[in-house]
């Protein structure tokens, strides 16, 4: 197959990484990808397979932008405007260009992923009217993405799944949890949607979980280390975690290292300073290897408020972590089996998040039970099950722009 895999940039965060991963795995079986991007930027640019085909749209002007918006129905674009002004909606700007992208290369596939990309890409069929097969990939929670009323994209996002989703060819959820909220606050039908989980690469984590760390803090001798990944974002709620590391106390002295980079840095960086926990607690940003850290980690927490399944909860079981998460919507109960391969614990509750932890580093390794669990993720029977999706569908004729 020619499969075309559309997103919209490349920053650190799981989506991100799943889908080069899931690339890559196409890529090996024989299918030839194309990673449609409107920019080429972010962390993960260097990490994009050499076997894949890099397209970059790019933004269009404004002239050719109002043309695609005019051809739009009119309700859609009285929706999107102000959003298109005030919100990341702005990335719109590349719906011309990946139009002229299906009608010149005309793929069997077209996967897109994350909210946004996976409504500009079904705007784009509309507009294309090929044979190609539109899939959307739903990898983070609705409700909690969007969550303020006042953001005009927060406003209008569920109203434009609900109108769109169903157009495509197949509906992809990477958690059940997504799957239930699709048919809840979308109104998706539940029969249109297919849970298929995020992919990862094992072979290249356990490679990469050997490799030599520099870091004095992972040497030998040295007191506990908790691990924690991700963006510095609201929905990792790092405050959490780190007031759970203040109480937690200095006896035994257990450490955090949080790896990843964003907007919350200026505001964690104060916090740790607020609450005098500067030798126990270090912001290390975004590392191209976490799983040297995690897998010399006396545990690995994820205090997320909300995930869409949570990549690094299945790269740390693959690593052989010890596991305290809190038990967010949606996936972290999925991954541990409601707390057969890790404790689970309440969201937003600094002291049974310290009490998992303490709890756990008393708990003997998990490391082989782990690492098993972490196969039924593994990439190349992952992208076997989205290739037998695209396998069933049968196009006859061009229909997207119907209405």
Not at 52 to 76: C, D, I, Q, W
Not at 342 to 356: D, F, K, M, T
Not at 359 to 388: C, F, T, V, W
Request: proline share 7%.
């Amino acid at each position: 197959m020619h499969i075309a895999m559309f997103i919209g940039s490349l920053p650190g965060g799981g989506a991100e990484r799943t889908f080069l991963t899931l690339a890559q795995a196409f890529a090996e079986q024989g299918h030839t990808v194309d990673l449609v991007v409107s920019q080429l930027r972010g962390e993960l640019v260097r990490q994009i397979p050499a076997s894949v085909n890099a397209v970059v749209l790019g933004r269009s002007g404004y002239l050719s932008f109002l043309r695609t918006m005019y051809v739009l129905p009119k309700a859609v674009g009285r929706k999107l405007l102000p959003a298109i002004i005030r919100s990341p909606l702005k990335k719109i700007r590349s719906l011309p260009n990946l139009t002229r992208y299906l009608i010149r290369e005309s793929p069997d596939i077209l996967l897109s992923s994350t909210t946004v990309s996976n409504l500009i890409s079904l705007w784009a069929a509309q507009r294309a009217k090929v044979r190609t097969a539109f899939y959307v990939k739903q990898d983070n929670t609705l409700a909690e993405a969007f969550p303020e009323a006042s953001d005009p994209l927060g406003r209008i996002v569920p109203g434009l799944v609900a109108d769109w989703y169903p157009r495509a060819d197949g509906i992809v959820a990477v958690s059940s949890g997504l799957c239930d909220e699709l048919h809840r606050l979308a109104s998706v039908p539940r029969d249109r949607i297919h849970v298929l989980y995020n992919p990862v690469d094992l072979k290249r984590i356990a490679t990469l979980s050997e490799e030599n760390l520099d870091d004095p803090w992972f040497q030998a001798g040295q007191p506990p280390v908790i691990v924690s990944a991700g963006r510095l974002h609201p929905q990792k709620d790092f405050p959490t975690l780190l007031q759970a590391m203040k109480l937690l106390g200095s006896d035994p002295k257990i450490r955090l290292v949080i790896l990843g980079e964003g907007q919350e840095r200026t505001a964690l960086e104060g916090l740790i300073r607020q609450l005098g926990l500067k030798e126990r607690a270090r912001l290390v940003g975004f590392r191209t290897n976490p799983y040297a850290y995690m897998s010399r980690a006396s545990a690995f927490v994820l205090s997320s408020a909300w995930e869409g399944l949570s990549n690094v909860l299945i790269e740390a079981l693959a690593c052989g972590c010890r596991i305290v998460s809190t038990d967010c919507p949606y996936g972290p109960s999925e991954i541990l089996k409601s707390g057969e391969y890790g404790l689970l614990v309440p969201v937003r509750n600094p002291e049974a998040l310290a009490a998992g932890i303490r709890k756990i580093l008393n708990e003997p390794s998990p490391k082989e039970k782990n690492k098993q669990r972490s196969q039924m993720y593994d990439m190349h029977a992952i992208a076997a099950q989205y290739i037998g999706l695209f396998s069933s569908v049968k196009k006859c004729l061009p229909n997207h722009g119907e209405s």
